[in-house]
């Protein structure tokens, strides 16, 4: 999730069988911590129960996607 939000998403991709196409734009304007809230409310909201997204997980994501 941390690298759709950095990165952006297109075309065609396939969830539980069912096909989805679209475009989500890079976020990577935004700060880790804005980030990572938005990530944590995803993953904690909609019926989802997953542990919190961190800032810092974030800024690691950030730094391996520049490498």
Known sequence: MISILLNGLSGEIKVNGDAYSGEMPLMAILKDGEIAA???YVRNNFGNKASAVTADDVKKAR???KK
Request: hydrophobic share 50%; charged share 0%.
């Open 38 to 40: 938005v990530l944590t």
């Open 63 to 65: 730094s391996a996607n």
